[in-house]
């Protein structure tokens, strides 16, 4: 079994920013890629940024510039790094972690609220 836990969600201001983090635990040979996705009320969940083993990243357009995803090998662990952030930017966001390349594990998830 394998366990995704999220963390570091929150309230912050308009332009500012937050770490999340993400981490799994089980029985884990290899973790090929690491994603970062969200959820906002009545929208679909979409992909925010997302890394594979050999460091090779992609971001969603609007959070180009604005969000970074780092990940630790040795720990399972993957991090998005959030700048600038805007209200719509709130949502619901979720880890997921493709394993021993064969199944998708996802968090809980984690919310990010954007509000003055």
């Known amino acids: 079994q394998v366990q995704v836990v999220e963390s570091g969600g929150g309230l912050v201001q308009p332009g500012g920013s937050l770490r999340l983090s993400c981490a799994a635990s089980?029985?884990?040979?290899?973790?090929?890629?690491m994603g970062w996705y969200r959820q906002a009320p009545g929208k679909q969940r979409e992909l925010v940024a997302r890394?594979?083993?050999?460091?090779?990243?992609n971001y969603a357009d609007s959070m180009k510039g604005r969000f970074t995803i780092s990940r630790d090998n040795a720990k399972n662990t993957v991090h998005l790094q959030m700048n600038s952030l805007k209200p719509e930017d709130t949502a619901v966001y979720y880890c997921?972690?493709?394993?021993?390349?064969?199944?998708?594990?996802w968090g809980q998830g984690t919310q990010v609220t954007v509000s003055s």
């Open positions: 089980g029985s884990i040979f290899s973790i090929y890629a």
């Open positions: 890394i594979t083993n050999d460091g090779s990243t």
């Open positions: 997921k972690m493709n394993v021993n390349f064969k199944m998708d594990y």
